[in-house]
């Protein structure tokens, strides 16, 4: 099966010098449930910006749905965001609107833009429906109608999680999605990318800091170390964080 994700011989500096990614290399195949691990500034952060397109790589190549994301005009990156979903660690909703119309900016992309400014008004029955089913997965199906801004954290993450359900994405890329809330929402969170992963066959890659998290829900782990990537394997092979939290 050929690779959704291909990152070849990837390196990453900033402006300033700032050697960020090292000659990082590895491919992820449809379906797969990956977590990134690493300390703070060992280069999450910019590799899943590589992964978006929202960044360009120094030297080497990241292909994304079989695409070179270095060659695509605004236009094509557009496109092929269209199936792909981010998952912010700050949400990203839009708080004055409500959680429904929320959820429906999953659409966005994949609808014309007379839809977008008709949904602003109002929502079909079928939207709705659509809406209401998502949410109810993710269990808020009571909340439609609340203001994003009336939420909790954990709430407002699970909002962010139905508005990618609704997009339908083949890739789920998640940067630090549980970092804002309680271990007992993070673990809520991570069972929903879970199911989506297992019952849809999207395919997960996600941020994490930490390591118990990563262990319990991913397949396999991507650990990256001052920018160079040392571990690429099954959970239950990793050895341990002590080779990578002081780094
Ligand atoms: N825009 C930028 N300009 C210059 N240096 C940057 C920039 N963004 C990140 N860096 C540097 O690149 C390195 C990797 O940062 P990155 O944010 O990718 O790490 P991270 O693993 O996501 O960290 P954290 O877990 O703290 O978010 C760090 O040394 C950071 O200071």
């Given at each position: 099966?050929k690779p959704i994700?291909?990152?070849?011989n990837?390196?990453?500096?900033?402006?300033?010098?700032?050697?960020?990614?090292?000659?990082?290399s590895?491919?992820?195949?449809a379906?797969e449930?990956?977590?990134?691990?690493?300390?703070s500034?060992?280069?999450?952060?910019?590799l899943f910006?590589?992964?978006?397109?929202s960044?360009?790589?120094?030297?080497?190549?990241?292909?994304?749905?079989?695409q070179?994301?270095?060659?695509?005009s605004?236009?094509q990156?557009?496109?092929l965001?269209?199936?792909i979903?981010?998952v912010?660690?700050?949400y990203?909703l839009?708080p004055?609107?409500s959680?429904?119309h929320n959820v429906y900016?999953?659409?966005?992309?994949?609808?014309?833009?007379?839809?977008?400014?008709r949904?602003?008004?109002?929502?079909t029955?079928?939207?709705?429906?659509?809406?209401?089913?998502?949410l109810?997965?993710?269990?808020?199906?009571?909340?439609?109608e609340v203001k994003?801004?009336?939420?909790?954290?954990g709430?407002?993450?699970?909002?962010?999680i139905?508005r990618?359900?609704l997009?339908?994405?083949?890739i789920?890329?998640?940067?630090?999605?549980i970092?804002?809330?309680d271990?007992?929402?993070?673990?809520?969170?991570?069972?929903?990318?879970?199911?989506?992963?297992?019952?849809?066959?999207?395919?997960l890659?996600?941020?994490l800091?930490q390591?118990?998290?990563?262990?319990?829900?991913?397949?396999?782990?991507?650990v990256l170390?001052?920018?160079?990537?040392?571990?690429d394997?099954?959970?239950?092979?990793f050895?341990?964080?002590?080779?990578w939290?002081d780094?």
């Amino acid at each position: 099966m050929k690779p959704i994700i291909q990152v070849e011989n990837v390196s990453k500096v900033y402006g300033n010098g700032t050697k960020a990614l090292k000659e990082v290399s590895f491919s992820i195949k449809a379906g797969e449930r990956v977590g990134i691990l690493g300390a703070s500034g060992s280069g999450k952060t910019t590799l899943f910006r590589l992964l978006n397109g929202s960044l360009l790589p120094t030297s080497g190549r990241v292909s994304v749905l079989g695409q070179d994301l270095a060659e695509l005009s605004h236009r094509q990156l557009r496109q092929l965001r269209t199936r792909i979903s981010l998952v912010y660690q700050n949400y990203n909703l839009i708080p004055g609107l409500s959680v429904a119309h929320n959820v429906y900016m999953g659409r966005l992309g994949s609808i014309s833009p007379w839809q977008v400014m008709r949904s602003l008004g109002w929502l079909t029955v079928r939207e709705r429906e659509e809406i209401q089913a998502v949410l109810a997965s993710v269990g808020l199906a009571n909340k439609l109608e609340v203001k994003a801004s009336e939420l909790s954290g954990g709430q407002q993450q699970r909002v962010a999680i139905a508005r990618t359900i609704l997009a339908r994405p083949e890739i789920i890329l998640a940067d630090e999605p549980i970092a804002s809330v309680d271990v007992h929402t993070a673990h809520l969170l991570l069972n929903i990318f879970k199911e989506l992963n297992e019952k849809q066959g999207i395919t997960l890659v996600c941020n994490l800091h930490q390591v118990d998290f990563a262990l319990t829900y991913c397949q396999r782990l991507l650990v990256l170390q001052k920018g160079q990537l040392i571990y690429d394997g099954p959970p239950e092979a990793f050895p341990g964080p002590g080779r990578w939290a002081d780094a």
